[in-house]
């Protein structure tokens, strides 16, 4: 039996692009100016109702993710396509990039290491 090459990270060859969430300029641009707006345009056009807090969080923040049948919804509700709410745009120098592991410090070893310190007291 043969034993598989070992396993090792592959670095992506440039840093992934950053998705622009638009749902609000989308909205604005169809006269839907708040939440409430667009949360009966939800239920009206595409039959998904949300509770007025995630239509607010879609609606005033960046989501970290969407499920694909909002997204669907929302463009059904606006009568738009997912690019006229999300676009990708390539990263910036000044934005952060991917989150690295910082290797662990070597610990010295037990000659390297300073030995306690005592002092010395006055005498009595």
Same mark, same amino acid.
């Given at each position: 039996?043969? &034993?598989?090459?070992?396993?090792?990270?592959?670095?992506?060859? %440039?840093?992934?692009?950053?998705?622009? @969430?638009?749902?609000?300029?989308?909205?604005?641009?169809?006269?839907? @100016?708040?939440?409430?707006?667009?949360?009966?345009?939800? %239920?009206?056009?595409?039959?998904? &109702?949300?509770? %007025?807090?995630?239509?607010?969080?879609?609606? &005033?923040?960046? +989501?970290?993710?969407?499920?694909?049948?909002?997204?669907?919804?929302?463009?059904?509700?606006?009568?738009?396509?997912?690019?006229?709410?999300?676009?990708?745009?390539?990263? &910036?120098?000044?934005?952060?990039?991917?989150? *690295?592991?910082?290797?662990?410090?070597?610990?010295?070893?037990?000659?390297?290491?300073?030995? +306690?310190?005592? *002092?010395?007291? +006055?005498?009595?």
């Amino acid at each position: 039996m043969t &034993t598989p090459p070992p396993l090792r990270a592959v670095e992506p060859a %440039a840093p992934a692009p950053e998705v622009e @969430w638009k749902l609000r300029i989308a909205a604005a641009q169809r006269g839907i @100016w708040t939440g409430t707006q667009l949360r009966c345009l939800l %239920a009206e056009r595409a039959g998904l &109702t949300l509770s %007025a807090a995630s239509v607010s969080a879609l609606f &005033t923040k960046q +989501p970290s993710q969407v499920k694909l049948s909002t997204l669907a919804a929302l463009c059904a509700a606006l009568d738009c396509t997912p690019g006229d709410l999300l676009t990708l745009r390539e990263p &910036t120098a000044s934005s952060p990039s991917t989150p *690295r592991i910082a290797p662990t410090p070597a610990t010295p070893s037990p000659q390297q290491q300073p030995g +306690p310190r005592h *002092r010395s007291l +006055p005498p009595l």
